[in-house]
Structure formats: structure tokens, C-alpha cells
């Protein structure tokens, strides 16, 4: 028989092997760890079968990437996330394209996501889940959840607290379902954070945003103004009193799928009107070049003459002469920022305005090639306007193919930026005959139209800027096209234009209606199908019945066009 010393040691050994058992046992399950692959799909149809999502997770971490990244594959940029169990908080890691890699790591969203239980239950690949759902910016997502095994994760940083998430779906046709899940011995990769920069969530976003897509800043807070003193740069040249800034620029060779945009801010720095302004390129080719009017002045430019009276320099194609291809017509609203003071109830003034355009159907214009960029405000005002203006190219991943044959040529424009320096107002079109352009193409053009942006102004309440006007375009003496530009929806933008005059009728003069533009818009181009042209030469005419002038006040159109389309392959 025992004695109760024996009984007491054997019962302490018995203790302790079970205890040590215990611990063997809670280790082998808290160090369980799963790799757990994810296809995403719309509308019942596979997504993006090469790169499925991953998720590694154990008792203590998360990884949630890719299959691309994984084999060091992504496209830049691209996310990891990596979530700390023990810690509850995310860090994100972003890859951008110019190689650089930040994070930003977030303690507290995990925690605040609330979800409705639901008593519903499936088994997907074996497991047991219930439903929850949740509404997210009007999008009602709902997923499926287990609880067995212990660990939690999921495809998406949503429902990370949950359990582990085996599928998610988002209003019913876009569904990310677990296709395989397996153990592992453990994440095969080390996970330890390089030291690395770290930023807040906003500012960390705002990276990776902007790496998605190539930016060429073009002028920073620059100011248009006319001064009788104004100075041009190493980097930026002034002409017309200052009115128009220019800079050289040499552009990379872009995808040709790519899209891209051009945008400008202005706000007032002390003009108080609205203006005529015109982001503009210049080819830098030598004689076929607007160059030489700024340059030299607009006397040593070609004058179209067609029977008024008036000489016109420089508005449109000549033998060995290109004029200006228009990228963006804008026009600057009455104050913004500067008149700011003015006070009126219930109108809470903007500071600037930002004009954002898609020249996507242009980039052949400039695509890998060295161009002036120009931009032109017509006033008169020693504060003029802050400028700042940038082109964006964007992957063309979901966009229309661009043909590699793309054909663009500048056939005129009578918007007169060199107008502080002498150049002509666009008037010809009080005589009949209009504008007339002579232009010969070299092999067929496919799929032909003319990118035309028009705009009346002047005269009183009688002038073309307030008088619908039907604009006529013919193709080798035949009517081809008619149209009356006109805007209706001016009043929209009455808190831009702090400064703008107020009437005995109720009416602010930025409310009119006017010749397709309005204080504070961009004009947009009319995209004219021409069909198919043959190769040799062709005329365009553009018509336009301008009105009389009215005492000191005269009404004129400013119109440019550029031919597009497909060179033939022949």
C-alpha cells in the first residue's frame, strides 16, 4: 500500500504531466495556421482567375495578398495588409511604382465595424458558417463566417473580427468565395515590417492614389496678368503683357491605350472678371510652329484675309504653318477667392475652381515628343489670375483601344491669345464666306471627325454672347454639319463668381444663358463624324452669322477645330 507521501507525488506528477499535456495541446492548436485562397467574381463570371486572393492567418497574425505578389509579379502599384492579433491593428504596406514602399497602420477599424448576425447557416468547403451582414455607402455586403477553426480572417479587411470568412458578397453580384483552404506549418515568408516610412491613412492613400498613374506638373501657383514688366524664365516664357505663360516639355513614350487628362485651378488675384482663357500646345518643329508669333510678334505670322476688311494672323493651317492645337477652352469666373469679401446671405463662395478635361482622342499630338505647353487668360487686371495646371496619363487597362495609326492635325483657331500683343479678334465671320481651310491628306483617313470647340462673346444684350447662333460646317463645299451652341445651366455656377453684377430682375450676370460657355466652365469639344476621307486635298468651312457691332462693342466667335482619326495602312 502507498503511503500518502507516495499518493501526494504521484498525484503532484499527475498534475504536472497534465498540465504539461495542456500546454503541448493549447500550443499545437493556437499554432495552427491556414493558407486559404479566394476567387473573386461578377456576376457569376471569374474575375481574375491568375490572381486569386491569399490569406495566410494564425493565432497571432493575418497576411492578406495575392497570388501575383506572392510570386513577385503585381503590377505596381500594389497592397499587402498584415493584421497583429494580439494587437488587434492593421498595417498596410503599399508598393508604388517609382519603387518606393510605405505604410500606415490603423488600431482602430477592425474594432468599430459593427455587422448584424443573421440566423442563417451553409457549409462551404466543409465548414460550418452563419451570415452577417452589413451596409457600407449604401452597398449591403453580407458574409459567410466560421468559427471552427478558432482563427480569424478574411479576403478583405472588412470582417477581420469576426471568425474566418469563407465568402462575401456585395449587393448580390459581386462575390469573393474561399475555393481552397489548407493547413500549413506556418506563413512562409518572413512578416517582420522593414523600417520603412509611415504615414497617416490619408496621406497614405493619397501616395498610393497617385501612384497609380504618371503626373507632369506643367506650372505651379503661376500668375496671368498683364504687366507692362513681365519677365520670362530659364523655365517659363511670358508674352502679351504676361497674359500667356509657355514651357517646354518633353513627354515619355505612353502607352497607347493609355488616358489622359489635363487640369487647371485658377482663382482671382485680382481680376474681377470673367475671361477667355485656352490651354494650348505648341509643336516644337522648327518653322511649322506658332512659336515664332510669340517670339517675334504676330506680324511675322500667316494672315488669312477673307474679304471684310480684317487681317487674322496665325488662325489656321497653311502650307508651312500649324496653327495652335487647343487642348482645353475655360473660361475664369467673376472673383473667385479674391472678391470672396463680398457677403451675401446664403452664398458660402468657392476659393477656386478646377477644370478637369479628358484629351485622351490628342495624346498623339504629344506622345513621346517635345512640345510647348502654353495657357492664356485675356485681361487687362496688374493681379490677373493663380494659375496651376498638370496632364495626368492613366493606364488604359478598361478604356477603348486607341489605334497606333492615331492622326491628329490642327486645321485653326481664331481664339486670339496673342490679343494684349495685337492679334486679331476672332470677327470674320460677318462676311459669309467665314473661315475657309485648304489641308491634304497624304493617305486615307479612317473613321475622320473634327474636334470643335466654339464660343461667341461680345456685343451688348444684343451680341453673339447672348444670342444663340447656329454655327454651319461644310466638308469640300458641302454642308456637312449644323448646330446652335448654347448654354442654359450658367446659374448653376453662381458660387463661383463672388463679384458677378446683380440685377433689378433678381438675375446675377453669371446666371445667363450664353454661346456654350459659362463663367467658371470648360467648353466642350463637338466631336463632328467627317466617315472615311481619301487622300489629296479637301476644304473645310465654318459659318457663322455674327452679329452687328453695338456702339464701342462687337460680337465675335472663337472656334478652333483638329482633325482626328485613322491612317489607312496601306
Not at 11 to 30: P, S, Y
Not at 39 to 67: G, R
Request: charged residues 20%; proline residues 4%; neutral net charge.
Amino acid at each position: 500500500m502507498q503511503s500518502s507521501s507516495q499518493r501526494r507525488a504521484f498525484f503532484m506528477m499527475m498534475k504536472n504531466t497534465i498540465t504539461i499535456l495542456l500546454i503541448f495541446v493549447t500550443n499545437l492548436f493556437w499554432s495552427q495556421t491556414y493558407q486559404i485562397t479566394y476567387q473573386k467574381y461578377y456576376h457569376d463570371q471569374l474575375t481574375e482567375p491568375e490572381n486569386p486572393i491569399v490569406l495566410f492567418t494564425s493565432a497571432s497574425e493575418t497576411i492578406l495578398t495575392t497570388k501575383l505578389t506572392l510570386e513577385k509579379k503585381a503590377a505596381f502599384p500594389f497592397e499587402q495588409a498584415i493584421i497583429n492579433r494580439k494587437q488587434n491593428h492593421v498595417t498596410q504596406l503599399a508598393f508604388l511604382k517609382d519603387k518606393r514602399i510605405i505604410q500606415t497602420i490603423d488600431s482602430t477599424s477592425i474594432n468599430n465595424q459593427k455587422f448584424e448576425l443573421i440566423n442563417e447557416f451553409k457549409t462551404i468547403l466543409g465548414y460550418s458558417c452563419q451570415k452577417a451582414k452589413t451596409i457600407i455607402n449604401s452597398n449591403t455586403i453580407e458574409v459567410w463566417f466560421t468559427k471552427n477553426p478558432t482563427v480569424k480572417g478574411a479576403p478583405t479587411l472588412l470582417g477581420q473580427d469576426l471568425g474566418l470568412v469563407l465568402e462575401m458578397n456585395r449587393n448580390g453580384n459581386f462575390i469573393i468565395k474561399a475555393e481552397k483552404m489548407e493547413k500549413i506549418k506556418k506563413i512562409p515568408f518572413d512578416v517582420t515590417l522593414p523600417s520603412i516610412p509611415q504615414f497617416n491613412a490619408i496621406d497614405y492613400k493619397d501616395l498610393l492614389w497617385k501612384s497609380r498613374f504618371l503626373t507632369f506638373s506643367i506650372f505651379e501657383n503661376e500668375t496671368i496678368r498683364f504687366a507692362d514688366n513681365a519677365v520670362s524664365n530659364d523655365s517659363i516664357l511670358r508674352f502679351a503683357n504676361g497674359t500667356v505663360i509657355l514651357k517646354k516639355i518633353k513627354f515619355p513614350l505612353l502607352d497607347i491605350n493609355s488616358n489622359v487628362f489635363i487640369q487647371l485651378k485658377t482663382h482671382s488675384n485680382g481680376d474681377a472678371y470673367d475671361r477667355t482663357g485656352s490651354v494650348f500646345l505648341v509643336p516644337n518643329d522648327g518653322k511649322k510652329s506658332f512659336l515664332k508669333g510669340f517670339i517675334e510678334g504676330v506680324s511675322t505670322l500667316p494672315i488669312f484675309e477673307n474679304g471684310n476688311g480684317k487681317k487674322y494672323q496665325g488662325i489656321r493651317l497653311e502650307k508651312d504653318f500649324l496653327p495652335i492645337t487647343e487642348l482645353m477652352r475655360f473660361f475664369t469666373p467673376f472673383g473667385i477667392q479674391q472678391y470672396n469679401h463680398i457677403v451675401l446671405k446664403d452664398k458660402n463662395w468657392l476659393n477656386e475652381v478646377v477644370y478637369r478635361q479628358d484629351i485622351t482622342d490628342l495624346l498623339s499630338t504629344f506622345n513621346n515628343q517635345e512640345v510647348w505647353i502654353g495657357t492664356f487668360i485675356g485681361n487687362y487686371d496688374k493681379g490677373g489670375h493663380k494659375v496651376a495646371l498638370e496632364i495626368t496619363a492613366h493606364s488604359g487597362e478598361n478604356s477603348a483601344k486607341i489605334a497606333s495609326n492615331q492622326f491628329a492635325l490642327p486645321l485653326f483657331n481664331t481664339t486670339n491669345v496673342l490679343e494684349m500683343a495685337g492679334q486679331e479678334y476672332g470677327t470674320l465671320f460677318s462676311d459669309p464666306k467665314g473661315l475657309t481651310v485648304h489641308f491634304t491628306l497624304d493617305k486615307p483617313l479612317q473613321n475622320a471627325k473634327l474636334r470643335y470647340i466654339t464660343t461667341g462673346h461680345g456685343g451688348w444684350e444684343n451680341g453673339d454672347e447672348f444670342v444663340p447662333k447656329k454655327n454651319t460646317i461644310s466638308i469640300d463645299g458641302k454642308e456637312w454639319f449644323s448646330f446652335v451652341p448654347w448654354r442654359q445651366d450658367c446659374g448653376s455656377y453662381r458660387l463661383y463668381n463672388p463679384a458677378s453684377g446683380n440685377f433689378a430682375n433678381g438675375l446675377s450676370s453669371s446666371d445667363y444663358s450664353r454661346s456654350n460657355w459659362c463663367p467658371g466652365t470648360v467648353t466642350n469639344p463637338v466631336n463632328i463624324d467627317l466617315g472615311n476621307l481619301e487622300a489629296g486635298n479637301h476644304t473645310i468651312t465654318i459659318q457663322i452669322p455674327q452679329g452687328l457691332p453695338e456702339g464701342t462693342s462687337f460680337s465675335a466667335w472663337n472656334v478652333s477645330g483638329i482633325l482626328l482619326g485613322e491612317s489607312k495602312i496601306e
